[in-house]
């Protein structure tokens, strides 16, 4: 299965469209959003083109493919606006023999973690950093930000495939990957 794993569009009609420009390059099975979807937060300035009806509307047109968890600036009001189900707080994800446990960062992260097996994902947008690190136990990935990215880092998502991750540029440059 291939995966496309995205977060943080905070409402910007823009970066949507290049996440679904993306999405058509990429042809994954399915995409799986870590949260942030129509609203910029009160600590974020106004996303590029913020329009969270347009946002709404274009990821609904997709809604069969998509899996969603709950970021910090969703509300009940949201999953109105949404026809696919987004204010999980978690969902555990399993695909290309890899285990994640999927979230949107705010509950549970590297600092707060949740009940992880030795080989298992924690996953999670929020920071809008991208990431990859190895513990001990578990490792830990972070798509960065499709809207609003921060340290300077690009607008991005994460590809799963054959089991390895590899992080890309909303052009579709690769940022970063794991090693096979």
């Known amino acids: 299965m291939k995966l496309l794993i995205a977060s943080d ?3 910007s009609a823009y970066y949507c469209r290049a996440l679904l420009a993306a999405w058509d390059r990429e042809q994954p099975d399915r995409a799986l959003l870590l949260g942030d979807i129509l609203y910029h937060g009160p600590r974020n300035d106004l996303p590029r083109d913020y329009a969270p009806k347009e946002v709404s509307a274009l990821l609904n047109e997709r809604r069969e493919r998509i899996l969603c968890v709950r970021g910090n600036c969703e509300a009940e009001v949201d999953q109105m606006m949404l026809s696919f189900p987004a204010l999980a707080d ?8 890899v285990s994640m446990f999927a979230t949107h960062g705010h509950i549970y992260n590297t600092g707060n973690l949740p009940p992880l097996c030795k080989g298992d994902i924690l996953l999670h947008g929020h920071t ?3 990431a ?3 513990h001990e136990a578990y490792r830990y990935f972070n798509p960065g930000s499709v809207s609003i990215p921060k340290g300077q880092t690009e607008h991005s998502y994460m590809i799963l495939e054959n089991g390895r991750f590899i992080w890309k540029t909303l052009s579709g440059d690769i940022y970063h990957q794991e090693r096979a």
């Open 132 to 134: 990859w690190e190895t």
């Open 9 to 11: 569009i905070h409402g």
């Open 90 to 97: 978690y969902a555990w994800v399993y695909a290309d023999g």
């Open 128 to 130: 809008h950093l991208p």
